[in-house]
């Protein structure tokens, strides 16, 4: 349908098609009285038709004159009842276009009205930030419902299908392990939730941001010259500070000791490295967000970031650094609280159109096993974790679970090893990635660069 059509006319075009073609209204009884437009009695008519369907009662011109008639409301509403009956016939082939149309702009008056309250409310000088805030949120948390629009027919599938075959393989976003990529078919799709646990200490965090690194730190002069498009993430960080997190990343981009850049005291040898670390991530399209705790106000912020995006072919990576320091409204039970939160994120990639990448703490059971690997039933507090994520990883380093009578030969054979394991993936196979831990840099490498 062209842009251009007024609103009245799709409205029009739909009303006219439910009356004359009953059977239709299956197709669009997802739309709400308030989609449609005040003051053309089209909302009357609306609120009539989906009343008698209640009922039961079957829906044609006479039927819907007599239920507004009994409301009291077919002075206006009868005016244009009386003009509906020529729109049907030419309309009811590509009604769901016109109901898409009607929704679009009902989404867009709302966003346009929750606006003017925010500004409203952000004009009085006396505004607390957060009810400001507060404010922008309902408008992420409306958003999902906003854009429902019922079931789909098959064919609409195989349509939309179809066209992306056409355009090719659809854009991945790289973990940077080529082991792991190979497992989820070229890296991590947008609208998946990706989950990464580990227990306390052994990594998750530095795992994280080698991800992040490696998308949006240039690598040469070339890259920086644009022949390879940088890829943004946006980072919260709900544990560390924007200057820790940023810490690492140096370390890592440098190769040099961490302890060395947190007391800004590196040795010779690596000052031109660490210059080199420091102009690189200056450039990048890595943004740190370490003050936001709320799922609703992380979705609305998160949201903003994917709509300023310079090129919006190229999806952001979203991190969550970790999950269950986020919160929600429901506060009654933790366990239901992070299900939430699980829920939320995965709603998130969906909107946004971007992978999102959670990370999650589990739980000490796993010490009480022999090999003291984590499972998905270690996920603390795990509510809905594993139902919403469409993959986890856990992340394991054996030297951590060395005890103190260890021989020197299982001491050797276990430093600097990590074990990724793909405990769940929806779209492919299980599998234990082996990885490379270099303690110094707080970095991972595939295990055949080791040394690097």
Known sequence: MNASRPAQEAERVVLASVLVFSGLLAQVAWLRVDDFEDGQGHREIWGAVLE????????????????????????????????????????????RRYA??????????????????????????EAEPAAVEELLAEIGRDAPAVAAEGPTCARDVLQHLGERWAAGPP???????????????????????????????????????????????????????????????????????????????LARESRCDLAAVRSQTPPE??????????????????????????????????????ATAVDQQVPPLIVIDYLQKARSDRREQ????IGDIARALKD????????????????????????QRPTLEDLREGGDIEAEADFVGLLHRPELTLTVDATADKRAAAAGLAELRVAKNRHGPEDLIKLAWIAQQTRFAPLERRAA
Request: with cysteine; hydrophobic share 45%.
């Open 171 to 249: 854009p991945r976003v790289p973990f940077g392990f080529p082991e792991l990529d190979k497992v989820l078919g070229g890296g991590m799709e947008p609208g998946n939730l990706y989950v990464l646990g580990a227990r306390p200490r052994v990594g998750k965090t530095a795992l994280a941001i080698g991800i992040a690194c490696d998308l949006a730190v240039p690598r040469s002069r070339q890259v920086v010259a644009g022949e390879r498009p940088l890829r943004p993430v946006l980072f919260f960080s709900l544990e560390m500070t924007a200057t820790q997190l940023i810490e690492r990343a």
């Open 52 to 95: 008698l369907a209640a009922r039961g009662v079957p829906i044609d011109v006479l039927s819907v004159e007599d239920e507004i008639r009994g409301r009291g409301e077919h002075k206006l509403a009868g005016r244009s009842l009386a003009r509906l009956g020529e729109e049907a016939t030419r309309a009811a082939p590509i009604l």
């Open 100 to 125: 898409a149309e009607i929704r679009r702009r009902a989404r867009i008056r709302r966003v346009r009205e929750a606006a003017l309250r925010v500004a409203e409310a952000a004009r009085d000088p």
């Open 334 to 337: 933790r366990y239901t609280e």
């Open 348 to 371: 998130l990639a969906k909107a946004a159109e971007a992978p999102v990448l959670a990370l999650a703490q589990v739980n000490r059971m796993a010490a009480g096993r022999a090999d």
């Open 269 to 306: 040898h690596a000052r031109q490295a660490l210059a080199d670390g420091w102009c690189r991530l200056g450039l990048a399209p890595f943004w740190i967000d370490d003050r936001t705790r709320d799922v609703a106000e992380i979705r609305s912020r998160a949201m903003a970031f994917r």
